[in-house]
């Protein structure tokens, strides 16, 4: 079976959210006899253009960006020549240029969306795109949620409950390359002393700000591992408030980064809006048999930590609370252990990339039988 995964940005271009669950789904799919062509926009097309591990990354020129959203012209054409070429096309929601290349090529084959996020930021163009959202949503085959919380809490969704269906994202331990001894030793030089740990792109809505004002009550260091485009404010607010206790170390590379993930005390994820629908850092320390700080804010970050299992779920943007979290990882290790194990234990049940695969491959063949 082949099948075209369809979005805005892809590998190699840009390392996200969206981009690394495409991945995963292309890689554990292929254990299911599915072959995978991924097709995005870039501005270096014909030298992005390239395969990635088991699959094709194809690229249409990027013409401009506006709030957000990727524009192309040659999109169009070339997605109407991969898309007669294949069994299913996966679109990955949202990206409203993707519902124009939709219908423009009425390409007549079965079609599924993977539903990432309501759209948050952009409001003020919702009410002139939803007319399109919603025609586009209700003519593809199937829609995926990535938890049943976001399934439950989305208004949008909750309009096509009948033709959803609830597949969590989930990752490969085996993609992960081990730390070695240097990297160790770089974790153990660069934090010497206790500390919880934040892994993701540095923006608005991961609540790093609220962390920061957190961290004059926490008993502990707090690494901030990344970069993106609020590090500049975050680093003038540690550098305002005088912070001693606030590390930022930048993007560092896999093997590092499990370093960081298995040294830490815990994981904080203060995301404090509905653009943080999943949380796949969250699942990476799930993974990692660490214990889980996050905020309730109804979406799939508290279907991945739940409350009391795997850690602890705060109220969003309040810093004396979570400070209170970060502090109870401290002060009660006997319990911290405890939650780590279940998050350890819930990543093999729910969220490995073998599952998601089979989910997936199992959801194509039905929507290809049934349209065949």
Not at 33 to 45: C, N
Not at 57 to 82: C, I
Not at 139 to 161: G, H, M
Request: glycine share 6%; net charge positive.
């Amino acid at each position: 079976m082949k099948v075209l995964h369809f979005f805005k940005t892809y590998w190699p271009d840009t390392f996200g959210g969206v981009e690394r669950t495409i991945h995963a789904i292309a890689r554990s799919t292929a254990a299911h006899g599915v072959e995978t062509e991924v097709l995005s926009l870039s501005r270096a097309p014909e030298e992005n253009t390239q395969r990635l591990d088991d699959h094709m990354a194809r690229k249409a020129r990027l013409d401009f960006e506006l709030a957000s959203t990727g524009f192309s012209r040659e999109v169009f054409r070339k997605f109407g020549a991969l898309a007669r070429q294949v069994d299913l096309v996966h679109y990955h929601f949202p990206w409203p240029v993707m519902d124009m290349v939709h219908f423009q090529s009425r390409h007549g084959k079965p079609a599924v969306v993977t539903y990432h996020s309501d759209i948050v930021k952009q409001r003020l163009i919702l009410p002139f795109y939803r007319p399109l959202m919603m025609r586009f949503l209700g003519d593809v085959d199937a829609i995926v949620a990535t938890s049943p919380n976001y399934l439950e809490s989305s208004p949008v969704l909750r309009a096509f409950k009948a033709k959803s269906k609830v597949i969590p994202i989930g990752i490969d331990e085996g993609a992960y390359p081990p730390p070695g001894e240097a990297d160790d030793n770089w974790c153990r030089s660069t934090v010497p002393e206790p500390f919880v740990l934040f892994v993701g792109v540095l923006r608005y809505y991961k609540g790093l700000d609220v962390l920061i004002r957190a961290a004059s009550q926490a008993r502990c260091k707090i690494v901030i591992a990344g970069s993106g485009p609020v590090e500049r404010e975050l680093r003038q607010q540690a550098k305002t408030l005088r912070l001693d206790n606030v590390l930022f170390v930048g993007e560092t590379a896999e093997p590092r980064k499990i370093a960081l993930l298995r040294n830490c005390l815990g994981f904080v994820f203060p995301s404090n809006q509905r653009s943080e629908a999943y949380g796949l850092s969250l699942v990476e320390a799930a993974m990692c048999g660490k214990p889980l700080i996050s905020c309730e804010i109804g979406t799939g970050t508290s279907y991945v930590n739940k409350a009391g299992q795997t850690g602890l779920v705060v109220p969003p943007s309040d810093p004396m609370r979570l400070a209170d979290a970060i502090n109870r990882l401290v002060d009660s290790p006997a319990e911290a252990a405890n939650w780590g194990r279940a998050a350890r234990d819930r990543y093999l049940r729910l969220f490995t990339a073998d599952r998601m695969g089979k989910s997936y491959a199992e959801l194509y063949r039905q929507l290809v039988g049934r349209n065949g």
